[in-house]
């Protein structure tokens, strides 16, 4: 009783694991070499552990004779705890690889707000064909880290992503047009065309240094004194152009199905920018990604016909 009691009640720590591992493996099959054998090490350090796993718990754990090692009273603790540890392991890896295979529990996914209108047809897709899926939609200017479980899906504009650890396609192109209000137009005219936009009022971005494409082109094409109201973020672009500000660049997925502004101008090649849907290679095969990133594709090639 006394050495199974200094057994349990020793303060083991998760750096002791191997030892116990090693001992427990002596323990079932009742020799150093097997042990070994089982563990792939030399014989040497199956003794190591054990010697310096008994001298710890204070306790003999083996009795040492020609034909093996018999388990003591906490050897056969050890045993039974052991067996109990490495059935739990067994089973929670189990678990873990069935659900990567379960089309249920959590997606996130993530974009800049502007490609909502992409993104929910193909939620709504996913949520009808897979009712037990919880989905999270998350929208920001920022990048989301893959590599950290942020998110399971991102869509992103403009250059191709190159963390090395993520999985890249092109989805589709982000396609911009120039919008007004009906009460600007009113008071500026409408432009005629592309040639036609001296004397206006633009909506831009809070820095002329922006990467977008279609703001590159205001900068080279348009006087700076042309950009009255600068602003960091969509929705307060999208809420200056219905004001009536000026005249602004917005993405066709979100400004064609709004009944407030008028399109201007349509895209322009030079406007464009393509949009990637990024994964990280981790997840990139499991059930649940692999159906987000078929309805997103199906509904990319929806809008790319319906525009």
């Known amino acids: 009783m006394m050495a199974a009691t200094s057994f349990m009640g020793a303060q083991m720590r998760l750096e002791n694991w191997d030892e116990i591992r090693t001992a427990y493996q002596v323990a079932r099959v009742g020799t150093v070499s097997g042990a070994a054998e089982v563990l792939g090490v030399h014989h040497a350090t199956v003794i190591r552990h054990v010697d310096a796993l008994e001298a710890r718990l204070g306790t003999k754990l083996f009795q040492r004779h020609p034909r093996g090692y018999t388990p003591t009273e906490a050897g056969v603790q050890l045993l039974a705890v052991g067996q109990a540890t490495e059935d739990q392991f067994a089973q929670l890896a189990a678990r873990i690889a069935g659900a990567g295979e379960e089309m249920r529990g959590e997606l996130i996914i993530t974009s800049l707000p502007a490609l909502a209108g992409l993104v929910m047809p193909a939620m709504s897709e996913l949520m009808r064909d897979h009712p037990a899926l919880v989905l999270r939609y998350i929208t920001d200017q920022r990048v989301f880290r893959l590599e950290y479980g942020e998110a399971h899906v991102a869509i992103r504009a403009g250059a191709r992503p190159t963390e090395p650890d993520n999985v890249v396609s092109q989805l589709g192109i982000n396609r911009t047009a120039l919008y007004g209000s009906p009460e600007y137009l009113a008071r500026f005219g409408t432009p005629k065309g592309i040639s036609d936009l001296a004397g206006h009022r633009f909506i831009g971005p809070d820095s002329r240094d922006s990467r977008a494409p279609f703001f590159r082109w205001l900068t080279q094409t348009q ?44 895209p322009q090649p030079e406007w464009d920018s393509p949009f990637w849907l990024v994964t990280h290679v981790d997840l990139h095969r499991t059930p649940k990604v692999q159906a987000a990133l078929k309805a997103l594709r199906a509904a990319a090639v929806r809008l790319d016909h319906a525009g």
């Open 223 to 266: 006087p700076a004194d042309a950009v009255v109201f600068m602003t960091n973020e969509i929705a307060s672009q999208a809420a200056a152009v219905q004001a009536g500000l000026g005249l602004g660049f917005l993405p066709i997925l979100q400004a064609r199905s709004d009944p407030r502004i008028v399109e201007v101008i349509g």
